[in-house]
């Protein structure tokens, strides 16, 4: 009757959402109704609404009964936006066969089907100047460094080949010196940073202004990430009501790596309780690789500022997504003047 269930969908895909009702009395129902709300990131289309705001709506539709007797009505919906929604606040009102009465039920359990919307991606331009030359494991044609252990194919040898790259086995075959030929690598793992507030020290757990956009950049610098096999973690200045825990997601690639990126972004919403940027970065300083390429996304402030200027002088390479006329750049970061004051 209300089993736990996650429907995952896509913006503008659509879903049915299956109420069942068994009606336990010895009184049949010929006409009544139920009412509901639902978050705005689905829209109900086979029931009528009744009201609407910017963040839910409620919605209403007919119900009859005979005794004892049980029926399931099917809610067909449509994913608008990024967020979970459910059905809330659910109402029954139902009149006996001689209308001389009704039953007026308030379901007081949560209804526990809930709709995830994944983020929508926004395109970030200029993505390739993430490029960074260190050795590592991600093979690519043009680098400095190589990796001894996966070796390509072999040559000539030549006057200034190292000795100890010599392929013996190829040179006894062939009787002339051969050396081996390995594969370029790159060293590429990036780390998103996402801070949600605003990043002013008289603002009180206040949300930004453009998390949604923010939101809809690090999905398409996920999705990215997981076309070219590069490895990203995140993190976020928020804490996930389901879990209790504050917003990570570890190091990885792969689809599944992909999709649980963006269920985690899909849960962030006004609800959730938030971290400080200081104390958030705080928090950060044990946890970074500096290695790792940095992303930041989010207001810089002078908390911000101050975080990413001392992990620059560390040696990390950071970067920040910034809006200019509704296009999305990636930007080296740099301390802006009067940020420290």
């Not at 736990?4 to 068994?22: C, Q």
């Not at 705001?53 to 005979?66: A, C, E, G, L």
Request: hydrophobic residues 35%; aromatic residues 14%; positive net charge.
């Amino acid at each position: 009757m209300n089993q736990k269930k996650t429907i995952k969908l896509f913006p503008n895909e659509v879903a049915t959402i299956p109420v069942s009702i068994k009606h336990r009395g010895i009184i049949p129902f010929v006409q009544g109704d139920i009412s509901f709300q639902s978050s705005n990131s689905i829209k109900c289309v086979n029931i009528t609404k009744l009201l609407d705001d910017d963040f839910k709506s409620t919605y209403k539709f007919s119900i009859s009964y005979q005794y004892n007797s049980k029926k399931s009505y099917p809610i067909e919906i449509i994913a608008q936006k990024r967020g979970i929604a459910r059905l809330q606040n659910m109402e029954v009102k139902a009149f006996d066969p001689f209308y001389i009465g009704y039953a007026f039920l308030f379901y007081q359990s949560n209804y526990r089907t809930e709709v995830l919307v994944y983020p929508e991606p926004k395109p970030v331009v200029n993505v390739h100047f993430l490029e960074k030359m260190k050795g590592g494991d991600h093979i690519t044609r043009y680098s400095l460094f190589e990796d001894t252990s996966l070796i390509r194919g072999a040559r000539e040898y030549v006057p200034n080949d190292p000795f100890s790259r010599i392929h013996w086995g190829l040179s006894a075959k062939n009787n002339i010196l051969m050396t081996k030929e390995f594969d370029h690598t790159n060293y590429i793992k990036w780390t998103f940073i996402l801070n949600v507030l605003i990043d002013h020290p008289s603002s009180v757990n206040s949300f930004s202004l453009n998390m949604e956009n923010d939101i809809s950049y690090i999905t398409f610098m996920c999705q990215y990430a997981h076309k070219h096999g590069i490895p990203f973690e995140m993190y976020a200045n928020v804490v996930m009501n389901h879990t209790q825990t504050a917003f990570h997601l570890e190091s990885g690639k792969g689809e599944k790596h992909l999709l649980r990126a963006m269920e985690m972004l899909a849960r962030i919403s006004i609800g959730n309780i938030t971290i400080k940027p200081k104390h958030f970065y705080t928090s950060l300083k044990k946890r970074l690789d500096e290695d790792a390429i940095i992303i930041y996304f989010g207001e810089q402030g002078r908390a911000t500022t101050e975080f990413l200027h001392s992990w620059l002088l560390a040696g990390s390479t950071i970067f920040k997504v910034e809006e200019q006329e509704e296009t999305a750049y990636i930007k080296p970061f740099e301390a802006r003047r009067g940020s420290f004051v």
